[in-house]
């Protein structure tokens, strides 16, 4: 049989998240903005300049060995905090037991930064979901497309000056007019039996 | 020759699969380059399903938008539910009863056998054994009605609640669930017999979508899609939560990464999940089964037993002297049992009235009234034991009050403090995780759901370049995808 039940080995817990801050801290001094600490996970804000170097550390580091991106999404602070957006990677070593939260600063102005799909393949839908919903454009994206919305679509709905119910409350959803249109043109072979 | 050729030159074909599919589970979308019988490229579209659920939470306090995450993953509701409640939990700082948390273990360790027993029927199905299909649906049938018996809804259960569940198991629940753990280890066997050494099923199977340990987590693949492959990255283990560190059991892991591997892992999963319970069971502590953190978490409903409940019979009636026929309670009745032309007197449809007490609330002529005991009363003896609403008994108002409360907390949400979060559980399905942002509100600033079954969609082109056609179908089953949680 293929499948061996086994008692897996469990590593012990690995550095705790504020020396890993400290380690990077150390690396790139220049980089990091501020180290916060909430309920005992630790996040790195960092510039978004070298944010590809860092996961690279982060990523090959035998020490460190943050195999598994856990999480990759945008963030908003419209009007509360400039830079505005927020890039979050959540970090996690399966081999290490240890995890850390980086977050990349991105201004308003140029939304970009770079991508990380040259470090973790599985980045690649999490990329373009955040440039789906935020706008933020990922540098060196193999495929940069909008994921879950239609591609003729307007905005990105997950800023905050998005409104709730969508921008045109007013009038008809474009696809809907069209087939509202559509079927008045093909009325006249309407099969009358 | 060279005509031949010419006649039967060989073109890539473009094909549609989907978004309405048997096999897609869902609306996923799928546009195949084929050359002959092989994929040469595979191209995903997902999204018809998307309907805004992070926005939504973001518009809603942290109580409020616990049942969207129901809709998420609607094959495995409960295991979505503790997922969230964990995730609010640890953003509030507040610890829950131990009663709860065995509770909790059960209902998960429940949600993952019916989410496997479906995902094998119908990946059975989709490669053609129809037989397992009514099998697995039998034994889900059971968990369902168990299911019913705790909380009175089969798949969108929202049962456990932020600070604990919403009420105690019942005896009974116990003894039919006890029944089937008994019964359900040697119903596996019967689904093994009809495919476990059937030749087509693993001409099907082995050596189909193969994906390597290091690639897989590389791919962000988490659950029992990555286990298949041999890396023991089980959440439960890692970073245990709710009772997991205190019960014992083994995580199944494969070594070839293929789709059989996989099959084999949620069949051994199934069979821990089943010891899994019945350790819970047994250990079952006595105690409460919810939190008591007044500012955190949402209190007993007995307090407000005196208007709210139907067995106390209050009946409210509207005085005809003070109404002025605003209109107020009118709009305001969920149960529409309130009549009335504008500017005159309203009447209450005794039959039709629910004893929610939202009329109460909203009248500002202390016209509405609570007769105590009055339910069932013909319409002149109401009249006649009416009195004006200052006057009403002192406990029944206190209750009111504490109604009114009840109703303004889950609207703006507790007040927690500021920091971000990301908390991640183990579905049936993989890694569920959940990132919040606060500001400080009741109302989450950023709510981020990371779901299995989005990463799991993203890594079918690398499962099926280079094979057949016929083991697309076999692929999209093995990752194991609900589209409702894809596209959220």
């Known amino acids: 049989m293929a499948v061996v039940l086994t008692r897996i080995y469990i590593p012990p817990k690995g550095l705790p998240p504020t020396e890993i801050a400290e380690k990077i801290k150390g690396r790139f001094p220049e980089e990091v903005v501020e180290v916060i600490e909430f309920r005992d996970q630790v996040s790195v804000i960092v510039k978004r300049g070298r944010v590809l170097e860092i996961c690279r550390y982060l990523h090959d580091d035998p020490d460190l060995s943050f195999d598994h991106l856990q999480d990759l999404c945008g963030a908003d602070y419209h009007g509360k905090k400039e830079p505005r957006f927020e890039v979050v990677y959540n970090l996690y070593s399966i081999k290490y037991r240890h995890k850390i939260r980086i977050r990349t600063q991105v201004p308003e102005s140029d939304p970009s930064i770079q991508s990380v799909t040259s470090i973790w393949t599985g980045a690649n839908w999490h990329e373009r979901e955040c440039y789906d919903m935020f706008g933020i454009v990922f540098k060196g994206h193999p495929d940069l497309r909008r994921i879950l919305l239609p591609e003729d679509w307007e905005g990105h709905p997950l800023r905050k000056d998005y409104p709730l119910k969508g921008p045109e409350l007013d009038k008809d959803w474009k696809g809907f007019v069209e087939v509202v249109n559509r079927s008045k043109e093909l009325k006249e072979f309407e099969w009358k039996g | ?488």
């Open chain 2, 1 to 488: 020759m060279e005509l031949v050729e010419k006649i039967f030159e060989t073109r890539e074909l473009n094909v549609n699969m989907g978004p309405q599919h048997p096999a897609t589970h869902g609306v996923l979308r799928l546009v195949l380059d084929i050359d002959g019988e092989t994929i040469v490229k595979v191209t995903p579209y997902v999204g018809y399903l998307h309907r805004g659920i992070e926005k939504l939470g973001e518009s809603m306090s942290y109580f409020q938008a616990l049942p969207l995450t129901d809709r998420m993953d609607y094959v495995s509701a409960m295991a979505n539910n503790i997922g969230y409640c964990i995730a609010v939990e640890r953003l509030f700082g507040i610890e829950v009863p131990e009663r709860a948390k065995f509770i909790r273990t059960i209902v998960g360790e429940m949600a993952r056998i019916a989410n496997h027993l479906l995902w094998l029927a119908t990946h059975a199905l989709d490669i053609g054994a129809m037989t397992v299909f009514l099998y697995c649906f039998r034994e889900r049938e059971w968990i369902l009605e168990l299911f019913e018996m705790i909380c009175g809804a089969r798949l969108t259960v929202t049962y456990p609640r932020i600070g604990g569940v919403k009420n105690d198991v019942p005896a009974e629940f116990l003894d039919s669930l006890w029944k089937f753990t008994e019964e359900f280890p040697t119903r596996i066997p019967e689904y093994e017999t009809l495919i476990d050494q059937n030749r087509i099923w693993l001409k099907r199977t082995k050596g189909i979508g193969v994906i390597s340990a290091e690639e897989a987590v590389n791919w962000g693949l988490t659950g029992p899609t990555l286990r298949g492959s041999g890396v023991p990255y089980d959440i439960r283990k890692h970073m245990p939560y709710d009772a997991y560190d205190k019960v014992d059991f083994e995580v199944p892991i494969g070594t070839e990464g293929d789709t059989y591997d996989r099959y084999r892992c949620r069949m051994m999963e199934m069979r821990q999940s089943n010891n899994i319970i019945r350790q819970c069971i047994e250990k079952l502590p006595p105690g409460p089964i919810m939190a008591e953190t007044p500012n955190f978490t949402l209190q007993p409903k007995d307090k407000m037993m005196p208007i709210t409940h139907p067995t106390k019979e209050h009946a409210f009636y509207i005085i005809e002297k003070a109404c002025k026929g605003c209109g107020m309670c009118l709009r305001a009745c969920p149960a529409k049992a309130i009549f009335g032309e504008k500017k005159q007197p309203h009447k209450i449809k005794q039959d039709l009235c629910l004893g929610c007490a939202t009329c109460y609330v909203t009248c500002k002529f202390k016209a509405l009234t609570i007769v105590p005991g009055g339910k069932g009363f013909p319409e002149e003896k109401l009249a006649e034991l009416a009195v004006p609403p200052d006057k009403v008994p002192e406990d029944i108002k206190k209750a009111q009050e504490y109604l009114v409360k009840h109703f303004e907390f889950i609207k703006r949400g507790p007040k927690v403090p500021q920091g971000d979060i990301y908390i991640a559980t183990e579905v049936p399905k993989g890694e569920l995780g959940f990132y919040f942002i606060s500001d400080g509100s009741g109302k989450p600033y950023r709510m981020r759901v990371r779901a299995p079954s989005f990463v799991h969609a993203g890594v079918l082109p690398r499962l099926c370049v280079g094979h057949l056609v016929a083991d697309v179908i076999a692929n999209i089953g093995t990752i194991d995808i609900v589209l409702g949680e894809c596209d959220r």
